[in-house]
């Protein structure tokens, strides 16, 4: 028996560290990874019961959980399946949560910034602290437009505009987001580095995003060169360490049609590529043996 409700993992389109200096930010549903509440056996087994007891074993009373419910429906052989990669930044432990509060949650919620906190709170009771923006996108499984504290629904279509194609890259590296935050931070406080971000970057990683949501795929590729070539230049612990992917984000950089940026914290895990010509994408991550999620825009 499963549940018919399934939770996305989220891909943050744009924002990374950057969102802690105000910038926009903006996550996407990604139904190709996603969990779901099942009694059926299957190879997320024991990874998933192992998971859904070690939580309950963690929530406080004061959460918004029937914990009575997850406990006895626990025993009765109910856990979260999930085929989200974990510490990839596809948000595996948002979705969990959002499974979490969907099935037994004890509130109901007038608006999206309410229902937000409940979901920070309760992925901040399993690792250091949410913004909620995680869990919020696998709950809704809508697009989300994130500034500063205000959160915007948009419609699907807004996701992946007509024209360019989204794909992973797997780098094959573990990495340490806390680490990667403790670098920005501190670089942050560097007058150059401090002036380059807010004077370069952030003006036009903005004018990146609304070209995107406009569908303006010509004035976006161009912006997200320029996004690009700054994290290549001054973002170095976040890029990967792998000499192949390297060698495609420096080819990218050369070209017109296709580029890379960090996906995530950075570091390891996935590297967030976009193009308007598939078949070069393919033919590089051929050559230089990269896995690849790809098209994107499909899955």
Known sequence: M???RFFSAKLLLFGEHILLKGATAFAVPTPRFRGYWTKEKGPDEAVGKLQFKKSIDQLTA???????RAKEE????????SNIPQGY???SSGAFCAGLLHRYGTKTYLTDTELKIDLALLESSF???SSGIDPLTSYLNSPLLIKEQAVERLPATTAFPEGVTVFLLDTQQPRTTDLLVNWFLAKCIEPVFEYKLEQQLLPVHEQMIASWL???KDTFMDRLAFVSDWQWHFLPPMLPSGKSIQVLWQAALAGQHTRLKICGAGGGGYVLGFTVEKEWVLEQVNQLQIPILFPFETC
Do not use: N, T, V
């Open 127 to 129: 690792h250091g602290k």
């Open 62 to 68: 004061d959460l918004p959980i029937d914990l009575p």
């Open 214 to 216: 406009k569908g303006d």
């Open 89 to 91: 930044g596809l948000g």
């Open 2 to 4: 499963s549940s018919d």
């Open 74 to 81: 626990q025993l009765e052989g109910w856990y979260f399946a």
